[in-house]
């Protein structure tokens, strides 16, 4: 992650394919690997959890890689708490 990569929402994932970027959400639904985050356009976004990270709040920044489906496969999750506005 040494250079800047762009914080999108769900419609603007076409333009991002294969690359890395970073999206904001709230967790709709966590189950085994993968995740369901709201937009902050109100799109859903699926996404294949790396297995590493830890979900614990309600809203998260997920910085991860457009994959060809326009699911997001994630390097990194950053919790931002329950009452994110």
């Known amino acids: 992650m ?21 999206i904001i959400g709230k967790i709709v639904s966590l189950s085994g690997n993968t995740a369901v985050l ?22 998260v920044e997920v910085i991860g890689q457009v994959e ?5 496969r994630e390097f990194k999750t950053s919790n931002l708490g329950n009452d994110f506005g």
């Open 68 to 72: 060809p489906d326009f699911t997001l």
């Open 38 to 59: 709201n937009s902050t356009d109100h799109g859903q976004v699926l996404v294949h959890l790396n297995g590493e990270s830890q979900w614990g709040t309600d809203y």
């Open 2 to 22: 040494d250079k800047p990569t762009p914080r999108i929402n769900s419609s603007l994932r076409e333009k991002y394919v294969g690359k890395t970027v970073r």
